[in-house]
């Protein structure tokens, strides 16, 4: 088993990993953030990489989050955890509260979502946008850190890079949504899609700015994460040592009968780019 680790704004540097070897990744989407680092952590082989570059260049519309979630994949990962920074929707989640989401509201609007276009159609389910399992696995290493771990609630991911206007963010407190952030959305959708089970830990950083005593700034939102990197970091540690071998997890067949485009009809090329994700499917 290998599990991938995607950094992500405060989080630049790998885990306690030992025997680390760096590994340049080429995939049919192009380059991943930033060279991807492998080694050990009790036993297990684990890829990290960082989400927005080894010195912060990509913005959240930039992130090339295909090629990432590509290059975990051609690495053997099999399951995928990773972090966020947010803001809080909530009063009763201030900042250096880690949540472990369970559902997603999609508010981008610029970013490429699928692996499948040019002469593919797969109509895939996101009914459950993070595996139910390690939702569970996460929050069950709560108790490695001192800081609060909640279990559950609705990520709202927008567009950015600026934040949220007092209107919007009023908006999606009105709809009971918990917290809100940039860079969730495609990256579980294509988890998914590459049939890799998949979580996040995020971290408050702010109030977003529906709190008028606490309007966000990025300052305090660079503050805050380098405060919640220690805790998070002590999550995926405990989670990636006390990783259940196996579990049955639909998130390993999420393909199984979403392929709307007869296999004669989808173009070489096509085949070709999608191979890895989807080649079992189409013989």
Not at 57 to 77: D, T
Not at 131 to 150: K, N
Request: glycine residues 8%.
């Amino acid at each position: 088993m290998t599990i991938g680790f995607i950094g992500g704004s405060g989080i630049y540097e790998s885990l306690a990993i030992e025997a680390s070897h760096t590994e340049h990744v080429e995939t049919p989407f192009g380059e991943p953030s930033a060279p991807v680092t492998v080694g050990n952590l009790a036993g297990t082989e684990i890829a990290f990489l960082p989400r927005h570059g080894e010195n912060h260049e990509y913005s959240p519309s930039e992130v090339p989050y295909r090629a990432n979630i590509h290059a975990l994949k051609q690495l053997g990962v099999e399951r995928v955890l990773s972090s966020n920074a947010v803001g809080s929707l909530r009063e009763d989640l201030p900042p250096q509260t880690l949540l472990v989401p369970d559902q997603l509201f999609d508010r981008t609007r610029n970013r490429p979502r699928t692996f499948y276009e040019d002469g593919i159609v797969v109509h895939l389910s996101l009914a459950e946008p993070y595996c139910p399992h390690m939702v569970d696995h996460l929050t069950e290493c709560g108790d490695a850190t001192s800081a609060s771990l909640r279990k559950g609630g609705t990520y709202v991911c927008i567009e950015g890079p600026q934040f949220s206007t007092r209107a919007e963010s009023e908006f999606y407190r009105s709809n009971g949504w918990d917290v809100v952030g940039m860079t969730a959305i495609p990256e579980a959708a294509l988890a998914r899609e590459a049939e890799l089970c998949y979580a996040t830990v995020t971290g408050v950083t702010d109030y977003d700015v529906w709190k008028r005593d606490a309007e966000v700034s990025l300052q305090e939102v660079l503050d805050n994460a380098a405060a919640n990197e220690a805790a998070i970091k002590q999550v995926i540690e405990r989670a990636i040592e006390t990783m259940p071998d196996d579990h049955d997890c639909e998130c390993q067949h999420a393909l199984d009968g979403t392929i709307n485009t007869p296999t004669e009809a989808i173009p070489p090329e096509t085949k070709a780019k999608t191979e890895l994700l989807v080649g079992e499917y189409l013989e």
